[in-house]
């Protein structure tokens, strides 16, 4: 079956410093998205990356689409990073996007 | 604001029961999705509608059941309730049905069954 990796799967950071997600995935992807569940439940959209790197404030993210993996860097991070981060892939010819399990981010002032 | 609204946000109910839960995409999205979510766990995928239509279909019980409205907007019907039901029920929506096009979620619908 499909496989979408996130690790690590638990991150415990000091306010300011800076991290690394990664996701693996097992088949080629069209489609590729980073999302962060804050500790409300809230699902936000960080990135729509299928390939290439992309950054926005603090955060930015690649796609290696050829090597299947995707990275997003957290740098300088705050206590409101803290969440779940999860990437989810689409792939081709399948109509439903694949969910990793996600990395559980605690950032401590 | 994602702009897919889901009602209600919260809902407390007992075993046994059904309820309906009711997802509105963003404009011009014609595709809907729904998940679920338990305490602590990942997202697990239940179905997706195209324009009307069921797209593909995931982890869903026998007891739930959804449909996607003329207007597209979406209703998931979860029967016959238990306890293990209790979850964060999610909606997203996206402009086409697959290939191409970002996922937008909606703040989710908290069922708790007692």
């Known amino acids: 079956g499909i496989q979408v990796e996130q690790s690590p799967p638990d991150l415990i950071l000091q306010e300011g410093a800076n991290s690394t997600l990664r996701c693996n995935f097992s088949d080629s992807v069209n489609n590729l998205q980073w999302f962060h569940q804050n500790p409300w439940g809230q699902l936000i959209n960080l990135f729509y990356i299928p390939s290439g790197t992309k950054q926005n404030g603090r955060l930015s993210a690649t796609t290696v689409a050829t090597e299947r993996y995707s990275l997003l860097y957290i740098s300088s991070s705050q206590t409101t990073d803290s969440g779940v981060y999860f990437c989810a892939v689409h792939l081709y010819n399948f109509n439903k996007f694949y969910f990793g399990s996600g990395t559980k981010l605690n950032v401590k002032p | 604001d994602s702009g897919v609204t889901q009602t209600p946000k919260h809902l407390i109910t007992a075993t046994g029961q059904r309820v309906t839960l009711r997802c509105s995409p963003r404009s011009g999205d014609l595709s809907v999705y729904w998940y679920q979510q338990s305490l602590d766990q990942g997202l697990q995928f239940l179905i997706q509608y195209y324009n009307g239509e069921e797209r593909a279909k995931g982890n869903i019980l026998e007891r739930f059941s959804a449909q996607q409205f003329p207007d597209l907007h979406s209703e998931l019907n979860l029967s016959s309730l238990e306890l293990g039901d209790s979850a964060l029920y999610f909606c997203?929506?996206?402009?086409?049905?697959?290939?191409?096009?970002?996922?937008?979620f909606g703040e989710g619908s908290r069922l708790t069954v007692l």
């Open positions: 997203a929506s996206s402009v086409v049905s697959a290939n191409t096009g970002e996922l937008f």
